[in-house]
């Protein structure tokens, strides 16, 4: 047990009382005791560098140098990534991966470089490694995005996995982002992070590290280029970085650096340089296409934690429907199980839920079931005595099925590292789809120590199957939740085939996109939770993961009406639009603030609704692309210093920027306007930038601007679809992507590209096609056309 497993101890004792919190005591040095007896010594241990490099063989798209201790592979990949591993280390296996490794570009490869190293020449980089083993990263033209020093190991003399550390060095005016989801940020300045998924056992605060979704990959963005650097390995580890400093005219520039400590597995890496756009869609091409959501899931969900029995359920969706407030989804959590039984309803309470879930489907509403990984261990429970059956726990160093404590007694995990245990998983499912359940989310399956039942984490000593490979939970914690989501999107592609699954996870990993998305857990409320909720959404958007969001108004305590609507505002512009409430929450529908809460939250509601066209064509363009609906200022413009520095705004796709209110008391606020013309959506006011502006934010709206020319698919007056045109400035042109989406299914709708330009005294509007312009095929209302731009 150590200090990290003590503090969150002594937490689950003051947030979830005393005989909870006790149990996660016990159950933490129940898990010291396991690792005593399952772990080695660690023992004396021999430094290791990999000393001068000794020959070169080159090979399809890279080749292998070879140093006096250590051998490094590198090779470069038709989608412009480049991969090396040390000690021999390959792509493969990873479960970052999407399926097997890109293959090598033939026209890449090892080439003599200055002062006796060698070099791989890349379209988009070259990589440079020299004679004692440090590797640069370099742009086309010559210029150094990263240095990685020689690396270190540290080997046990008595054998064992080598601890190991990579120092690396950027330039002085580089920023770090990802990192995975950090409740600072998004851009993350110096300090020490901690790459290891965790269940923070109480409502947490900006500053709190790690949370439940780690991964080691770090977005630089500098004034010479942006790149994204990946070391996959799921071990527990720490990134110290540090951003540089210029030296103001001096010529002595102190660099960034980052440096990454891991307590095992590969050193291996993969690197991305280009735009910022670029890069992601190389990190998607290797990790995977994020996973498409159904329509509805781009609408407002309602997670109602301790709905009491389905009257309760009835209760708040026609409280939505009375004040025609648009609702989408409906999330139930535990408390619709039978003694927490996974798969199991309660029907004393929830006596006819497939009734209820159809007649939510009838009116527009979605049914969503939380699913954790800890089953109680009682005979009698038929998942437990199905996984007894198919081997399917976790079991301890002695062979024994390790056992957590939770709220409901003993528990015990399945290891989703095992195909056969996932497919098991998967087919469970089917219970909850006959139940009327149209998607899931995954909670506790970091899995963590105290939470909402003070649910035991596995002990490291735990084995895991690994696909085959075999090893213990040190390795297998961080992909354990990833495994769980892939379980159980997969058990949906199966099940019902003909639609999209809906997962999402509150951990995961490098990947995760792959089976959906993510919210922010149990953020705390207050104003400072409110500006966290903004970074861990454009910090995971920047790691691939793009669909994401917090629960509206934290997780604990009563937010004030002001902080609720705030809240609620910035929601409505993100991926996940979910408010939340619950036995910690409280009641926090709308209408529990006031009359003038409920109206501007109705206005909020309103225009999310007649935005979803223009998320779906988002969530198109994030599968095809990689490139978030989330987006710092920057996107465009990382050369843009003023832009680096901007956290409090975003992009929303290419066409929108938000500028929410993040602080009490403001009627106003200073937004940082991108290169371009921008118009003030409500008022029609056009702005120039680069530069700041100083607007109105009064309580019944956050400002929002469009990009001049932009085109922006919305829902019109009648349901149909219908073109928000932003006029271009004169003289130039502007235009748009449109997706039209069926709201589920497999098929692959056309992207509609959409160009405008002025015409004498009109703006025109086109549809571009093999064979020219064509007029479009929808409604189009041109705006912004009367706007005289106030110069900055």
């Known amino acids: 047990m150590d200090g990290r497993d003590l503090v969150r101890s002594m937490k689950a004792v003051g947030s ?46 890279g080749g292998v140098v070879r140093f006096g201790r250590s051998e490094l592979r590198i090779l470069v990949a038709v989608n412009g990534a480049v991969f090396w591993g040390w000690d021999g280390a390959g792509p493969e296996p990873s479960y970052a991966l999407a399926g097997r490794c890109p293959e090598p570009d033939p026209r890449a ?11 791989v020449v890349a379209e988009r980089a070259t990589v440079a490694v020299s004679l004692h083993g440090a590797i640069e990263i370099r742009t086309p033209g010559g210029v150094v995005l990263r240095r990685e020093l020689p690396p270190r190991w540290w080997e046990p003399v008595g ?3 080598a601890r190991w550390t990579q120092r690396s060095e950027v330039a002085a005016d580089a920023r770090f982002f990802g990192l995975g989801g950090r409740s600072t940020g ?10 290891w998924n965790t269940g923070p056992g109480a409502a947490f605060t900006p500053g709190e590290d790690p949370l439940s979704v780690t991964m080691p990959v770090q977005l630089v963005v500098a004034d010479a280029g942006t790149h994204l650097v990946f070391h996959d390995s799921s071990w527990d580890g720490t990134v110290v970085l540090r951003e540089g400093e210029e030296g103001a005219g001096s010529g002595h520039d102190r660099p960034g650096s980052s440096v990454l400590r891991m307590d095992g597995g590969p050193l291996r890496c993969w690197v991305a340089v280009g735009t910022p756009a670029r890069v992601l869609l190389a990190w998607a091409s290797l990790t995977g296409a994020p996973a498409l959501p159904p329509a509805w899931a781009l609408g407002h969900h309602h997670a109602g934690g301790g709905f009491e029995d389905e009257q309760a359920v009835r209760r708040i969706v026609a409280g939505y429907q009375e004040r025609d407030l648009p609702l989408d989804a409906v999330h139930l959590d535990g408390g619709h199980f039978a003694d927490h039984q996974v798969f199991t309803v309660d029907e004393e309470r929830f006596p006819k839920l497939p009734v209820l879930a159809d007649e939510l489907r009838q009116a527009g509403i979605r049914l969503v079931s939380v699913v954790g990984p800890a089953i109680p261990a009682a005979r009698g429970n038929a998942v437990y005595d199905g996984g007894s059956a198919e081997d399917a726990f976790v079991r301890d160093a002695s062979g024994a099925v390790v056992r957590g404590v939770a709220g409901p007694g003993d528990v015990v995990f399945p290891d989703f590292t095992r195909a056969r245990v ?9 219970e909850r789809l006959g139940q009327g359940f149209a998607g899931f989310w995954h909670d506790l399956n970091e899995p963590t120590s105290f939470a909402a039942f003070g649910e035991s984490t596995l002990p490291r000593s735990a084995r895991h199957a690994l696909e085959g490979r075999g090893g ?28 999209r699954p809906f997962v999402l996870s509150r951990s995961g990993w490098a990947g995760m996109q792959r089976y959906g998305g993510t919210w922010s857990g149990d953020i705390a409320t207050g104003w400072p939770g409110l500006r966290a909720s903004l970074a861990l959404v454009m910090g995971l958007g920047l790691c691939g993961v793009p669909y994401s969001g917090p629960d509206v108004g934290g997780s604990d305590g009563s937010p004030s009406p002001e902080l ?64 978030p609906y989330v987006r710092p200022l920057w996107w465009s ?11 409090d705004a975003f992009l929303l796709g290419d066409c929108l920027l938000v500028a929410p209110v993040l602080v009490p008391g403001a009627d106003r606020r200073a937004v940082e306007l991108p290169r371009g013309r921008w118009y003030d959506t409500v008022t029609e006011r056009a702005y120039e930038g680069p530069g700041q502006v100083l607007v109105d934010a009064p309580a019944a709206r956050i400002p929002v601007f469009a990009r001049a020319g932009a085109v922006v698919p919305v829902r019109g007056c009648d349901g149909g679809l219908e073109l928000e045109v932003w006029a271009p400035a004169r003289g130039r042109t502007g235009g748009g992507l449109v997706v039209r989406d069926a709201g589920d299914g497999w098929g692959e709708p056309e992207v509609e590209r959409y160009v405008t330009r002025w015409e004498g005294r009109r703006v025109v509007v086109e549809r571009e096609g093999e064979d020219g312009g064509c007029e479009p095929s929808c409604p189009v209302r041109v705006r912004g056309l009367g706007a005289h731009p106030v110069q900055m």
Do not use: I
Request: net charge positive.
């Open 472 to 499: 213990d939970h040190r390795e297998a914690h961080n992909v354990y939740a990833l495994c769980m989501a892939r379980a159980g999107y997969e058990g949906l592609r199966s099940l019902v085939p003909e639609e």
């Open 186 to 195: 998004p851009r993350l300045r110096s300090g020490t992070y901690r790459l």
């Open 422 to 430: 996932r497919e098991w998983w998967g087919g469970l499912h089917e």
């Open 637 to 647: 413009a990382p050369e843009e210093r003023a832009l680096r520095e901007c956290e």
């Open 564 to 627: 609720y609507l705030r809240w609620f505002q910035l929601a409505a512009y993100l991926p996940l639009f979910r408010t939340h409430a619950g036995p910690r929450a409280g009641r926090r529908e709308p209408w529990e603030f006031g009359a003038e809460v409920l109206e501007y939250a109705r206005l909020a509601l309103v225009e999310r609704r007649r935005l979803l066209p223009y998320f779906v064509t988002l969530a198109h363009l994030a599968r095809r692309t990689g490139a």
């Open 159 to 161: 054998g064992g996995p």
């Open 109 to 119: 490869a090892l080439e003599p470089d200055k002062d006796g190293g060698w070099r």
């Open 16 to 61: 979830a009382g005393a005989a909870q919190g006790l149990r996660g005591v016990r159950a933490a040095w129940r898990r010291r005791r396991a690792d005593a007896a399952g772990l080695p010594p660690r023992g004396p241990e021999r430094a290791r560098v990999p000393g001068r490099m000794q020959e070169v063989e080159p090979g399809p798209g």
